[in-house]
């Protein structure tokens, strides 16, 4: 079966110094999420708004459903739909004028529209608050009428650019749960988000891109496995830090102590204690447990500040 998303060499330089995309491949399956993650500046939003016709690229080939972004852009926004960072709703308009706007600009008839209207807002479970004004809407509820009109094309292809920024944890379980049914229903997701959690927890397959390059590609087990498997926690205290992280040449900063890999897990332990009392250290806490995305992210892409990193 063709992806639903085919990216080649993909290029886009912003004046003579912004490199943001330097030669972008990508395929994406239909059905399922496919998240996109990256430190800021490494090129997410970018390759958003080419795939979104947002913006052409330099060089290379965008095609979603086969149809290339550039040259067909028209073609190519029939079978998307987007929401943004910030929910981009009219706050002058009702929840049901605001998906029937939409509908309309996608070519639906005024019945259609409507009948549209309502049955997303009964699947988004706004159809109590359908005849309110969007600026009464409450944060999460704005994120789920933006969710709500990306939908009203029936896209093949549903692109959610941090779709739950902003939003408080409780409606970011929301999101995610709609996001799931939005995937049982048919749908193919592209995400990218902030919130490694979030692409832990919903993404079938993750794509880690930097400096305008994709360097990582599976699934979240699959990039866990990458940090080279158990992981090693020791909780120091201040004055200690310094002097144990050139000791665990290894370790990287975590929070109040060290992080180091363990794939030999209680040997490794062991050694790393016997390492630091050799120096008169005493951990304040120690633990093995397995590698999180976040540990993946970190180490594919070395995003740890300056200040985080052990000094060899």
Same mark, same amino acid.
């Given at each position: 079966?063709?992806?639903?998303?085919?990216?080649?060499?993909?290029?886009?330089?912003?004046?003579?110094?912004?490199?943001?995309?330097?030669?972008?491949?990508?395929?994406?399956?239909?059905?399922?999420?496919?998240?996109?993650?990256?430190?800021?500046?490494?090129?997410?939003?970018?390759?958003?708004?080419?795939?979104?016709?947002?913006?052409?690229?330099?060089?290379?080939?965008?095609?979603?459903?086969?149809?290339?972004?550039?040259?067909?852009?028209?073609?190519?926004?029939?079978?998307?739909?987007?929401?943004?960072?910030?929910?981009?709703?009219?706050?002058?308009?009702?929840?049901?004028?605001?998906?029937?706007?939409?509908?309309?600009?996608?070519?639906?008839?005024?019945?259609?529209?409507?009948?549209?209207?309502?049955?997303?807002?009964?699947?988004?479970?706004?159809?109590?608050?359908?005849?309110?004004?969007?600026?009464?809407?409450?944060?999460?509820?704005?994120?789920?009428?933006?969710?709500?009109?990306?939908?009203?094309?029936?896209?093949?292809?549903?692109?959610?650019?941090?779709?739950?920024?902003?939003?408080?944890?409780?409606?970011?379980?929301?999101?995610?749960?709609?996001?799931?049914?939005?995937?049982?229903?048919?749908?193919?997701?592209?995400?990218?988000?902030?919130?490694?959690?979030?692409?832990?927890?919903?993404?079938?397959?993750?794509?880690?891109?930097?400096?305008?390059?994709?360097?990582?590609?599976?699934?979240?087990?699959?990039?866990?496995?990458?940090?080279?498997?158990?992981?090693?926690?020791?909780?120091?205290?201040?004055?200690?830090?310094?002097?144990? %992280?050139?000791? &665990?040449?290894?370790? *990287?900063? /975590?929070?109040?102590? =060290?992080? $180091?890999?363990?794939?030999?897990?209680? @040997? #490794?332990?062991?050694?790393?204690?016997?390492?630091?009392?050799?120096?008169?250290?005493?951990?304040? %806490?120690?633990? &093995?447990?397995?590698? *999180?995305? /976040?540990?993946?992210? =970190?180490? $594919?892409?070395?995003?740890?500040?300056? @200040? #985080?990193?052990?000094?060899?």
């Amino acid at each position: 079966m063709n992806p639903i998303v085919e990216v080649t060499d993909l290029h886009k330089r912003f004046g003579k110094e912004v490199v943001a995309l330097d030669g972008v491949d990508l395929a994406i399956p239909i059905g399922g999420v496919f998240a996109l993650l990256g430190p800021n500046g490494a090129g997410k939003t970018t390759l958003i708004r080419v795939l979104a016709t947002l913006l052409n690229p330099d060089s290379g080939t965008a095609r979603i459903s086969g149809i290339d972004v550039a040259t067909n852009p028209s073609a190519v926004r029939s079978k998307i739909g987007l929401a943004g960072q910030y929910a981009a709703v009219d706050d002058y308009l009702t929840g049901a004028e605001n998906l029937e706007m939409v509908g309309r600009l996608y070519g639906l008839t005024a019945r259609e529209a409507k009948r549209r209207s309502s049955e997303i807002l009964d699947l988004f479970g706004l159809a109590d608050v359908a005849g309110r004004y969007a600026k009464t809407y409450s944060g999460g509820m704005r994120r789920r009428l933006d969710l709500a009109a990306s939908l009203v094309g029936r896209p093949a292809l549903l692109i959610l650019d941090e779709p739950t920024t902003g939003i408080d944890p409780a409606n970011r379980r929301e999101v995610w749960c709609m996001v799931q049914q939005l995937v049982a229903d048919g749908t193919t997701v592209l995400l990218t988000t902030q919130y490694l959690e979030e692409a832990d927890r919903l993404a079938d397959r993750i794509a880690v891109i930097d400096h305008g390059r994709i360097i990582s590609e599976g699934t979240s087990d699959e990039l866990k496995a990458r940090t080279g498997g158990t992981v090693l926690t020791i909780g120091l205290a201040e004055t200690d830090r310094e002097t144990a %992280a050139r000791v &665990l040449e290894t370790a *990287t900063a /975590d929070g109040d102590g =060290l992080l $180091l890999p363990a794939p030999g897990g209680y @040997t #490794d332990l062991r050694t790393a204690l016997d390492a630091l009392d050799a120096h008169d250290i005493h951990p304040t %806490a120690v633990a &093995l447990r397995q590698p *999180t995305l /976040d540990d993946a992210f =970190l180490e $594919l892409t070395d995003h740890r500040p300056a @200040t #985080d990193r052990a000094e060899n």
